[in-house]
Structures are given as C-alpha cells and as structure tokens.
C-alpha cells in the first residue's frame, strides 16, 4: 500500500469529537506542537494523509503500521520507542554521548523565548538542613517566572531569598539538547489583581494538585543558557 494512502478507518473520519487520545496520539502530538509543526505538515513530510494523523493523535486504540511510525519518527525528530512511551518513567539523557558534539551559548534572548515555553523547572532553594532542589510547574508572566505552591511546602521557602531556577530538554534520540538557568530573588504575590493576573495567565494548575494557592514570583537577575548540538 502506498504511503500517502494511508487513511483513517471509517468511523474515525469526518467525527467532530472522538475519544481521548491515547498515549501514542499524545505523544504525537506534543512533539509536533513542540517543533512548530501543523498536523498536515506533519502528514505530508511522513507521506500519509492527514485524516490518518488525525486517527493517530485521536483515537486510543490506534495502532499504527511500523512503516508509518518510522516515518512520523523521522519527521518529528524523534525514534520509534520515544514515540510508544518505551523510555517513560526513565530520567533524561541514557544514551549515548555524540561523536561530534559541539557546546555553544544561549544569548539573553534566546533563553527567555525558552523559558517562555512553560512546562516545569527546578527551583533550588536554601532549607534549614542545605539546599534542595525541588520540581515545580511554572508560568512567564511579564519576564517574572511564577508557580503557585502552598505555605509551609518547600517552594515556598524561596520567598524573600536569592534563588536558582533551572529548566532544560534533553533529546535522548539525538545526543542533545540545551539548559537555562536563571539567577534572581523570589517574592510572594500578594495584591488581589496581581494574584487575578496570574490566575489568568498561567499556563497550567499544579500538576501536584491540592490547595495551592500561594503564588511565588522570581525577578530573573542573570539569566544564562548552554546548548549542545552534533
């Protein structure tokens, strides 16, 4: 069967809302969004339709021909196991160091446009027994780095003190990847429409869940990036 014929099966087409997507249409579709690229776009470099992508990314039961999936792989950037889950559960970086890597610097700019794209950062913080560097979701709300926490809870002990904030991708596929670090000093929000600001504005709840409703921002004073490539 040609690649470009590649089709949905028929209950899975022209269906304005189907089931949630299972793991592998999530995975698809984060690592599409993540490279900036459309659903047909994607199809289209990977030689099938784009009702097929659509079952992929849509449908939890898909199970895609090996032929196609190596080739949405190569599109995307990516391997076959990263794509079915095969490292989840793993931490980053396993593989292999690159024959050839090459180690530049992140300029200011390029740094913000990466923190700018969400997710979640390590925030290192001073405790009573030393340092500890814990996991939290964040937002960039006007150049301030802000998460929600509660009181009491390790990240809010970065209140009023200097802090270190940390947030990298690691391309495990590729050999690599690239890290920002931010330098500055955390304060509480506290004003009723600064709080309204960023209720709004932030990107996610705590992935922790529960009543975090403390918001913590962090004022970058020095922000610097690495990135390796091959």
Same mark, same amino acid.
């Given at each position: 069967?040609?690649?470009?014929?590649?089709? +949905?099966?028929? %209950?899975?087409? @022209?269906? /304005?809302?189907?089931?949630?997507?299972?793991?592998?249409?999530?995975?698809?579709? +984060?690592?599409?969004?993540?490279?900036?690229?459309?659903?047909?776009?994607?199809?289209?470099? *990977?030689?099938?339709?784009?009702?097929?992508?659509?079952?992929?990314?849509?449908?939890?039961?898909?199970?895609?021909? *090996?032929?196609?999936?190596?080739?949405? #792989?190569?599109?995307?950037?990516?391997?076959?196991?990263?794509?079915?889950?095969? %490292? /989840?559960?793993?931490?980053?970086?396993?593989?292999?160091?690159?024959?050839?890597?090459?180690?530049?610097?992140?300029?200011?700019?390029?740094?913000?446009?990466?923190?700018?794209?969400?997710?979640?950062?390590?925030? #290192?913080?001073? =405790?009573?027994?030393?340092?500890?560097?814990?996991?939290?979701?964040?937002?960039?709300?006007?150049?301030?780095?802000?998460?929600?926490? /509660?009181?009491?809870?390790?990240?809010?002990?970065?209140?009023? %003190?200097?802090?270190?904030?940390?947030?990298?991708?690691?391309?495990? *596929?590729?050999?690599?990847? $690239?890290?920002?670090?931010?330098?500055?000093?955390?304060?509480?929000? =506290? @004003?009723?429409? #600064?709080?309204?600001?960023?209720?709004?504005?932030? %990107?996610?709840?705590? $992935?922790?869940?529960?009543?975090?409703?403390? $918001?913590?921002?962090?004022?970058?004073?020095?922000?610097?990036?690495?990135?390796? =490539?091959?």
């Amino acid at each position: 069967m040609g690649a470009m014929t590649d089709q +949905a099966p028929p %209950h899975a087409r @022209d269906t /304005a809302e189907g089931p949630s997507p299972g793991d592998l249409g999530r995975r698809l579709a +984060a690592r599409r969004a993540e490279l900036g690229l459309t659903r047909r776009q994607t199809a289209v470099r *990977a030689g099938i339709a784009p009702s097929y992508l659509r079952y992929l990314e849509e449908y939890p039961g898909a199970a895609p021909d *090996a032929g196609a999936l190596l080739r949405l #792989a190569g599109v995307l950037e990516t391997t076959v196991t990263e794509l079915a889950g095969g %490292h /989840a559960g793993l931490p980053p970086g396993p593989g292999r160091a690159a024959r050839e890597p090459e180690f530049t610097d992140l300029s200011t700019e390029e740094c913000r446009v990466l923190l700018g794209t969400h997710g979640v950062g390590r925030l #290192a913080v001073t =405790t009573s027994s030393g340092p500890v560097i814990v996991p939290v979701n964040y937002s960039v709300v006007e150049g301030a780095i802000v998460f929600r926490t /509660a009181p009491g809870t390790t990240p809010s002990l970065a209140a009023d %003190h200097q802090v270190a904030f940390e947030i990298d991708r690691i391309d495990d *596929a590729f050999s690599q990847g $690239w890290s920002v670090l931010v330098r500055g000093r955390a304060r509480t929000v =506290t @004003d009723p429409d #600064a709080v309204r600001l960023l209720t709004d504005r932030a %990107h996610s709840t705590p $992935w922790a869940g529960g009543g975090r409703e403390l $918001w913590i921002g962090i004022d970058p004073l020095v922000i610097t990036g690495r990135r390796i =490539t091959v």
